[in-house]
């Protein structure tokens, strides 16, 4: 998905908040405690993994990881993940309101098979750390850096990985803290000793939707196919059967999709709300999901399902009575 361009904003933010801001031009922590930490144990685990998501897990090694889809036998996705591969374990990093979905759906298939699942989230702390100066923040802290998106490295009774929420376009600009609950306070303490500010969830969704990052949740739900969501780094198509894997072949065989996620740089201040169709010429073109004023951009800026004649980069629609262009 395209994302927009990081113009020299110095001066522009000067009245923009302090943690958006520090998201967009240097660093800021946000809390991602209430995320799902799901810890997958047993001879087995490999294997069932590899059979329930869309990524290729069987070849993942320690320190590795990647992001994937859980589907039904339709090619509806179910929920999405972080995959973290660990010598004697894999954790899956989930939203908040699929991780008992995602916990129910695997143990639901769990039969003959070495595999124990573990609801770790409650005694879990995650810190998110992002923007273009997180790398620095990082070292500041003392922490080891993980180099590949989605790889993990451990910081003493830590781990810090690789990934980010906010879809800062440089895809390895941000990192996941993840450590005890009763280490939390603590690590705030090191953070504001550091000068790293706080950035809340409506800073996060505000960078996250003028990057273009979707969200499960939001802007992709079980009413979604694979390639509607245009996350295809969440699917390995050589990786062989896995539940819901025949429809995404289908889709992938014969191109056919009708509309897929766009981004749109829309000429108002006026947020459409979620659920809005718009049409340009009296043609269907798309259906908004989600959508945010830029304080960068001095516009909203709104994820869509643009219908696939619509959907090129440039091509510009009306949103209502606002002009708008695909980003």
């Known amino acids: 998905m395209d994302v927009i361009s990081s113009p020299d904003t110095t001066g522009i933010l000067r009245d923009a908040t302090p943690g958006y801001r520090s998201l967009r031009e240097h660093a800021a922590w946000l809390d991602l405690s209430q995320r799902g930490k799901i810890r997958m144990t047993g001879e087995d685990r490999a294997r069932l993994l590899h059979a329930m998501a869309t990524q290729h897990v069987q070849q993942m090694k320690p320190g590795e990881g990647g992001y994937a889809f859980f589907l ?38 769990i039969i003959a098979d070495d595999v124990t699942l573990a609801d770790e989230s409650a005694s879990t702390a995650t810190i998110g750390i992002e923007g273009p100066e997180s790398t620095p923040v990082l070292e500041k802290l003392g922490a080891p850096v993980p180099e590949a998106a989605y790889a993990t490295k451990s910081w003493g009774d830590r781990i810090v990985a690789r990934v980010n929420s906010t879809g800062e376009p440089d895809s390895t600009a941000g990192f996941q803290v993840v450590l005890s609950a009763d280490q939390k306070p603590k690590f705030l303490e090191e953070l504001a000793q550091a000068g790293v500010v706080q950035a809340s969830p409506e800073e996060a969704r505000v960078v996250r939707i003028e990057h273009g990052r979707p969200r499960y949740g939001e802007e992709i739900t079980e009413r979604y196919l694979v390639q509607e969501t245009g996350q295809l780094q969440a699917v390995h198509f050589n990786k062989g059967c896995y539940l819901g894997q025949e429809i995404v072949e289908r889709v992938r065989s014969r191109a056919q999709i009708h509309r897929v996620l766009r981004r749109l740089e829309i000429e108002t201040g006026n947020l459409p709300q979620a659920g809005l169709k718009f049409s340009t010429n009296g043609t269907d073109a798309g259906e908004i999901a989600s959508s945010a004023y830029s304080p960068a951009l001095h516009k909203t800026v709104a994820l869509a399902y643009m219908r696939t004649a619509f959907a090129e980069p440039g091509t510009e629609v009306t949103v209502g009575e606002s002009q708008a262009k695909v980003g």
């Open 72 to 109: 039904n036998a339709q090619g509806r996705i179910l929920g999405d993940a972080n995959l973290f591969c660990f010598e004697d374990y894999f954790l899956l990093d989930t939203e908040p309101d699929t991780r008992a979905k995602i916990f129910e759906h695997l143990d639901r298939y």
